[in-house]
């Protein structure tokens, strides 16, 4: 009997650690998960930078003299540097609602299309907007369809597919072919 309650209190001991440490690695996963997210969004931007730069010929060929490349990379970049950070921003936010706020909810696909509506909305009508602000900075449509491929396409649909929690991992859209 001694004995019993002895292995008994032993193993309520060694659960309540365990359970400690499951808390302590969620927690490092969701972590590990925003880094993850971060990084795409990073390499997104780098893309997204490069293959503009390359668009940036024929958009300034197109223009005639009244835009120099640059004055347009410099432009651009910080064009790239805003979208890249209100991009990471709709993936994070995904990525944190799916780790520590929706927890064991049923599916919450409503909650990923909004964000990702909202973020391909501003994809295609930042650059637009932006475009408009400046008369030593113009684009065509390609600029644009640039930015919702990486960012919404590759970037927050590809991202999510990522870095969702378990517990949601088949909320983005064809996330079953990827898990």
Known sequence: SFLQKRERKRKKELTSKLKGWNEMNRHGVAIASLALGAFIMFLMSLAVYFIG?????????????????????????????YMGGIAAVFLLLWTALSHWVLGSLGSKRWIWLLLGALLAA?????????????????????????FFVFYFVLGYWGGSIFTTSNKHKYTPLLAGFFH
Not at 53 to 81: F, H, P, R, T
Not at 123 to 130: F, H, L, N
């Open 122 to 146: 501003i994809s295609i009508a930042y650059p637009i907007y932006y475009d408009n602000q400046s008369a030593k900075f113009m684009i065509d449509m390609s600029i644009p369809a640039l």
């Open 53 to 81: 730069g390359q668009l940036a010929k024929g958009i300034i060929a197109e223009a005639g003299s009244d835009i120099n490349l640059v004055d347009w990379k410099y432009y651009y970049q910080w064009l790239v540097v």
